[in-house]
Structures are given as structure tokens and as C-alpha cells.
């Protein structure tokens, strides 16, 4: 069963903290994307990769970066949290005939 | 306007019923078509997918797409509890790969 895995289910870090939120795809996929999740603004894309150490911006990728140094990992971070980055954060992989999400982390920062 | 648009609801529905859940969109460009349900806390899944007008059937899921009116439907039969969830639509233009999203629609089956 292909698989989106995201390393953390919950976290919570202090504002300033640099935060690395990781996932992992077993699917082959070159496409892998960063969403956040906020009630009423539905997904929003912070950044995508379309090949290793290829990244592009998504909508709102202010106070984030993104590594993919592997085709299978891509990694988003948090320069520096801050209290609006309180989010589900949700990694997917796929393209046109489908995108498989992982289970989501939903961080809080305090 | 946003590209794609969907009720937030929430729909609320007894068990047994039939639902439609239904997006438009905006751009003529949009062609591959996919329904997702996403539970509480979780990662949304795809239920279906479909890249032409017309209708796709999967057990007590139908999707359909009507181009002309830039208008896409997900039905479910014979609805039960455990279909709570919220489900969203997402499309994507012909020679790309990032999708486009509706916020969702929550879904309420009651006993």
C-alpha cells in the first residue's frame, strides 16, 4: 500500500524555535507538495518540489523553506515559529491521476 | 472569485438518504477532476477521480462532470454514518500538476 508519512502527528514549540516537519513517500512520485489547513481557508499550498533540489512557491510561503535533497523526502521549515503558524500541516505526493496526503501534523506554537 | 468553489455547509442528512455534494470552477483550462474525504484529524483520501464529462461510478460513489457548465458532483448512496466526514473537490489545468482545492464540504449522517 503506497504511503505518505509524516514524521510527527502533534507538536508543540516555542515561538522563535526553528522547526523541521518532515515526510516521506515510498510512491516514486517527482511531484510532493506543503499544505497548511486552517478552518475556513481550506488547503493552502506553502511550497512544492517537482525533483530532487528543485522547489517552487506555492501561495503562502512567507517564514517557511523547504529542503528535497531525496526524491522519497521532502522537509518543510520554520525559520522561526511564530503564533500564526498554528496549522495542520499536510505533505502529499502525486499528480494528475491523484494525490495521496500523509496523516497531517498538526503543530502549535506557544 | 475564487477558482474553484464549494458549499462549506454543513449538510446534514439521515441515514439512507442520497447525497450531492457539488463544486464549480472557473477556468476552461481545468480537466482532471478528483473527489477527497477527509475525516477529523486526518489527511484527506481520494475517493474518486475522473478527467471527462460524464459520469464515474464506484460502489455507492458517483462522480460527475459537466465541462459546459464548469460544474462537477459527487453523489453518495444509500449514505451512512461512518461517511461523516468533510469532502472536498480539487481539479487540475492540463499541463500542470499542482491542484486546485474547494474548502470542503462537511457531510453529517445522522441514525
Known amino acids: 500500500d503506497v504511503k505518505v508519512t509524516q514524521s510527527s502527528r502533534y507538536l508543540v514549540k516555542r515561538t522563535g524555535e526553528k522547526v523541521f516537519l518532515e515526510c516521506v513517500q515510498d510512491m516514486d512520485h517527482e511531484n510532493m507538495f506543503w499544505y497548511r489547513q486552517d478552518p475556513g481557508l481550506g488547503l493552502r499550498l506553502i511550497y512544492f518540489?517537482?525533483?530532487?533540489?528543485?522547489?517552487e512557491k506555492g501561495d503562502i510561503p512567507e517564514g517557511y523553506s523547504v529542503s528535497r535533497e531525496k526524491k522519497e523526502r521532502f522537509s518543510l521549515i520554520l525559520e522561526s515559529a511564530s503564533t500564526n503558524q498554528t496549522s495542520m500541516y499536510l505533505c502529499?505526493?502525486?499528480?494528475?491521476?491523484?494525490?495521496?496526503f500523509g496523516s497531517g501534523t498538526r503543530l502549535t506554537v506557544v | 472569485q475564487k477558482e474553484v468553489e464549494q458549499d462549506p455547509g454543513p449538510l446534514s442528512v439521515p441515514e439512507g438518504a442520497i447525497v450531492s455534494l457539488n463544486c464549480t470552477y472557473s477556468?476552461?483550462?481545468?480537466?482532471?477532476f478528483m473527489w477527497y474525504r477527509q475525516y477529523s484529524r486526518k489527511g484527506p483520501e481520494l475517493l474518486m477521480y475522473t478527467y471527462s464529462s460524464g459520469n464515474k461510478e464506484d460502489g455507492r460513489f458517483t462522480a460527475q462532470v459537466d465541462k459546459s457548465s464548469k460544474y462537477i458532483s459527487l453523489f453518495i448512496r444509500d449514505s451512512q454514518p461512518s461517511d461523516s466526514a468533510t469532502y472536498l473537490c480539487a481539479i487540475v489545468s492540463g499541463g500542470s500538476y499542482i491542484p486546485t482545492f474547494g474548502r470542503g464540504t462537511s457531510l453529517i449522517v445522522h441514525p
Open positions: 502529499a505526493g502525486g499528480g494528475n491521476y491523484g494525490y495521496t
Open positions: 477556468n476552461s483550462a481545468f480537466q482532471y
Open positions: 518540489s517537482y525533483d530532487v533540489k528543485m522547489k
